[in-house]
Nanobody
């Protein structure tokens, strides 16, 4: 079971990026997927998750700016990030867990390798 996150990069404040999390080795129709942000020197924080049925959840600080979605036919979950701020800088990880959508990292069993997002001011 493997997850691969991609789509990070360098963007100016106010810009947008779309992160992708692709799964291989299993069909994740029954898995919830979360996105986690780890800023330099800080702990990993859940910013969004999407349940197996497509219900999203967001950290307050990203509500209205980030949108999570999934395409089960492609085994891929996306995180559209708009109106990016310098504090959004960090490594973004995706993770999968059976059924339950949660922004608590300890609940997740499968993790991707992370993709770097840098937002310049």
């Amino acid at each position: 079971l493997q997850l691969q996150a991609s789509g990070g990069g360098l963007v100016q404040a106010g810009g947008s990026l779309r992160l992708s999390c692709a799964a291989s080795g299993f069909s994740w129709n029954y898995y919830a997927v979360g996105w986690f942000h780890q800023a330099p020197g800080k702990e990993r924080e859940g910013v969004s998750c999407i349940s197996s049925s497509g219900d999203p959840d967001y950290l307050d600080s990203v509500k209205g700016r980030f949108t999570i979605s999934r395409d089960n036919a492609k085994n891929t979950v996306y995180l559209q990030m708009n109106s990016l701020k310098p504090e959004d800088t960090g490594v973004y990880f995706c993770a999968a867990e059976y059924l339950t959508c949660t922004r608590t990292s300890s609940e997740y069993e499968y993790w991707g390798q992370g993709t770097q997002v840098t937002v310049s001011s």
